[in-house]
C-alpha cells in the first residue's frame, strides 16, 4: 500500500510540474509578445519621429526656396523682361496699371521667363506654383500668392512703386509624415528708369582719345557690371579678375600676345593672355547711349532753381527765406566737402576771390551760407535741387580742385561743364574700411553696403583727372562720369615719379574714352608709373540706388530688396 502511494503521488507531481511549465511558458510567451510589440512600438515611434524630423526641414528648405523662387521672379525674370521691353511701352504701361490700382496686374504682364508668364491669376492674386518634386526619400512642393499691399504710386517722373504682401505655402512629405510651412511677408517693386551709376565700368571707345589701346592687366580689378561700346583689351596673365558681368560691343576682344596684339572672339589668348571671368564675358550685345544734352540742362536747372544767372559767383538760389533750387557756381571753382563738429555737411567753395562756406543741417531741415570775410544768412530748406532729390552742386566752368568727406546721411552730386580735378582723398563718413592690401591674400576691400552717404561727379565737357597732388595709394569713393572724357590721372607716364600704388575707387567709372592710370612693364607687368586700378563696386547701385540727378539710360529696370518674413508651421500625419 505504501509503494502504490508514494508512486500515486509521483504521478501527482508530475502533473502538478506540466501545469506550472504550461503556466510559465504562457507567461513568459506574454511577456516576451509584450516586449516584442513595445520594440516594434518603439521602432515605428522612432521612424515617425524621424521622418517628421526629415519632413520638417524639407519643408523649411522648400520655404526657402520660395522665398529665393521671389527674388528671382522679381530682380531677374521681371528686370530682364523690363530691361527689353521698349521703354515707352513700360512707361505706359506702367502708368496705365498704376492708374487702375492694378499692380498685380504688372506683375502678370512683365513677371516672364523669355516670352512665358511666370504667374497667373488666381481671384485678385498672382500666383506661381512649384509642383512635387522628388528629393531623397520624400518630396516637397510650393505655391507662392502675391497680393496687393496698397495702391502702387508714381514716385517721380519715371519712377513707380508696387506695394505687395506675398503668402509662400511649402510642404514636404516623408514616408506619408507631411509638414507644412507657411512664410509671409511683403516687399515693393520700384520700377524706374536705368542708371548709369549701376556700372563699375563703362566706356563708349575703350582706348584714348588719340586712339592708343590701354590693356587690362594683373593691376586691374573690377567688383562689379562692365561694358564698353568697342572692344575689351587684355594683356598677360592673368589680365585682370572681374567678378561682375562683362559685355562688350565688337565681336572680338583684342589680346596683348606678347607684345604682336591679336582679335579674338574669346574670352582668353590660350595661355597667354588670361582675364579672369567670375561671371559672364558676352561679346556682341548692343550699343548703349551716353547721356543727353537734355540731362544736362536738367542738372543745372536743378541747380539753378527756376533763376536766369549769368554772372560768375557762387550762387544758392531762394526766395529771400527758402532754397528754391541747389547751388550753382558761374566760373572755375574749388570744391571741397567736409563735415563740421555738428555732423553737418560743409562745402567749401571758392569762385574767383569769393570763398563760402554753406552748412546743410539735415535735422532742423537749414542752410547757412556764409561768405567768408562777409555776412551769414540761414535759410529754411536744404540745396536738393527743385525736385528735392538730393544735394545738387553745379558748376558752369572747371571745377580746379575736388576733394573731402561726404556727410554720413548726405547724397550728393557734383557737375560741372569742363574737367574735375581730384586733388586729394575723397571718402564717405560712414563707410566699412578696407583690411589688408590690394591683391595680397586676406584683402578685405571697403564697403559702403547699407549706408546712406553717396556721392557722384559728371563731367559734361572734359574730363575727370586724379592730380599729380593726391596722395599715393588714393582713395576715392563715388561714382565718376566723364560723359565726353575721360577718368584718368596726369602724368600717368612719369616714370622719374614711378609707381604711385593703388587707385583704389568705391564705386564706378562711365566715360566716353577709356582714361590711362598708369604704365606697366610688358615682360614682367610690373607697374612702372602711375597708379594700379583697383575699382570696386558699390552694390547699392545694382538695385538701382544712384547719385541724385545722375544721368539715366533709355531703358527701364524693375527690383525689389526688402524682402521680410514670418514663419509658421504645422504637421499632418497620413
Known amino acids: 500500500m505504501k509503494r502504490r502511494l508514494m508512486i500515486g503521488m509521483r504521478k501527482d507531481e508530475r502533473g502538478v510540474a506540466l501545469v506550472l511549465t504550461i503556466f510559465i511558458s504562457v507567461v513568459l510567451l506574454i511577456f516576451g509578445s509584450v516586449f516584442v510589440l513595445r520594440a516594434v512600438n518603439e521602432k515605428l515611434t522612432s521612424e515617425r519621429e524621424r521622418y517628421g524630423v526629415q519632413a520638417f526641414y524639407l519643408a523649411e528648405a522648400a520655404s526657402e526656396m520660395a522665398i529665393h523662387k521671389i527674388d528671382e521672379l522679381i530682380n531677374t525674370d521681371m528686370l530682364s523682361t523690363v530691361n527689353i521691353t521698349n521703354p515707352q511701352t513700360v512707361g505706359n504701361k506702367a502708368n496705365q496699371f498704376v492708374g487702375n490700382g492694378d499692380g498685380v496686374g504688372f506683375l502678370i504682364q512683365f513677371v516672364k521667363k523669355g516670352s512665358t508668364p511666370q504667374l497667373s491669376l488666381v481671384g485678385t492674386d498672382g500666383k506661381y506654383v512649384q509642383g512635387a518634386t522628388n528629393l531623397g526619400n520624400g518630396s516637397y512642393q510650393y505655391d507662392v500668392y502675391i497680393s496687393e499691399k496698397s495702391n502702387p504710386v508714381m514716385v517721380a517722373t519715371d519712377i513707380w512703386e508696387f506695394p505687395f504682401y506675398y503668402r509662400a505655402q511649402a510642404s514636404a512629405t516623408v514616408k506619408s509624415i507631411q509638414k507644412k510651412i507657411i512664410l509671409t511677408g511683403d516687399f515693393t517693386v520700384r520700377v524706374q528708369r536705368d542708371n548709369f551709376a549701376r556700372y563699375a565700368l563703362f566706356t563708349d571707345h575703350h582706348s584714348l582719345p588719340n586712339g592708343t589701346t590701354v590693356w587690362f592687366t594683373d593691376k586691374t580689378d573690377f567688383a562689379g557690371p562692365i561694358h564698353t561700346n568697342e572692344r575689351f583689351s587684355f594683356a598677360l596673365n592673368p589680365s585682370g579678375t572681374f567678378d561682375g558681368v562683362s559685355t562688350q560691343h565688337h565681336n572680338q576682344a583684342r589680346f596683348y600676345n606678347n607684345g604682336s596684339p591679336i582679335l579674338l572672339d ?7 593672355d588670361v582675364p579672369v571671368f567670375n561671371a559672364s564675358y558676352t561679346r556682341g ?4 547711349v551716353l547721356a543727353s544734352s537734355v540731362q544736362k540742362a536738367d542738372l543745372a536747372n536743378q541747380a539753378k532753381g527756376g533763376q536766369n544767372i ?11 527765406s527758402n532754397l528754391t533750387g541747389g547751388i550753382y557756381v558761374q566760373g572755375d571753382s574749388t570744391v571741397q566737402m567736409g563735415v563740421d563738429a555738428g555732423d553737418n555737411a560743409i562745402y567749401t567753395i571758392t569762385q574767383g576771390a569769393t570763398t563760402q562756406k554753406i552748412t546743410v543741417d539735415i535735422p532742423t531741415n537749414q542752410t547757412t551760407v556764409e561768405t567768408v570775410g562777409g555776412g551769414t544768412q540761414t535759410y529754411a530748406g536744404l540745396p536738393n535741387g527743385v525736385d528735392e532729390l538730393g544735394t545738387i552742386i553745379y558748376v558752369n566752368g ?3 580742385s575736388l ?7 548726405t547724397e550728393v552730386t557734383v557737375s560741372a561743364e569742363n574737367d574735375v580735378v581730384i586733388t586729394d582723398n575723397i571718402l564717405y563718413s560712414d563707410y566699412t574700411p578696407a583690411s589688408g592690401t590690394p591683391g595680397a591674400p586676406g584683402y578685405i576691400p571697403p564697403s559702403a553696403e547699407d549706408k546712406k552717404n553717396l556721392f557722384g561727379v559728371v563731367a559734361w565737357g572734359g574730363d575727370i583727372r586724379v592730380a599729380t597732388s593726391a596722395p599715393d595709394n588714393v582713395n576715392i569713393h563715388g561714382i565718376m562720369m566723364a560723359r565726353n572724357g575721360e577718368f584718368q590721372v596726369d602724368d600717368y607716364d612719369d616714370q622719374g615719379v614711378g609707381s604711385r600704388g593703388t587707385a583704389t575707387l568705391l564705386g564706378g567709372a562711365i566715360t566716353q574714352f577709356y582714361g590711362a592710370f598708369g604704365l606697366f612693364n610688358g615682360s614682367t607687368g610690373q607697374s612702372v608709373s602711375g597708379y594700379g586700378r583697383n575699382f570696386l563696386y558699390d552694390q547699392r547701385t545694382m538695385m538701382g540706388k544712384a547719385p541724385p540727378y545722375f544721368p539715366s539710360m533709355k531703358t527701364f529696370i524693375a527690383f525689389t530688396n526688402d524682402i521680410t518674413d514670418k514663419m509658421a508651421w504645422e504637421e499632418r500625419h497620413f
Do not use: F, L, M
Request: glycine residues 12%; proline residues 3%; hydrophobic residues 30%.
Open 266 to 272: 574669346a574670352a582668353a589668348n590660350g595661355t597667354t
Open 285 to 288: 550685345v548692343n550699343e548703349i
Open 310 to 320: 549769368s554772372t560768375d559767383g557762387i550762387h544758392v538760389p531762394n526766395n529771400g
Open 398 to 400: 572747371y571745377v580746379n
Open 403 to 409: 576733394k573731402g568727406t561726404v556727410q554720413k546721411d
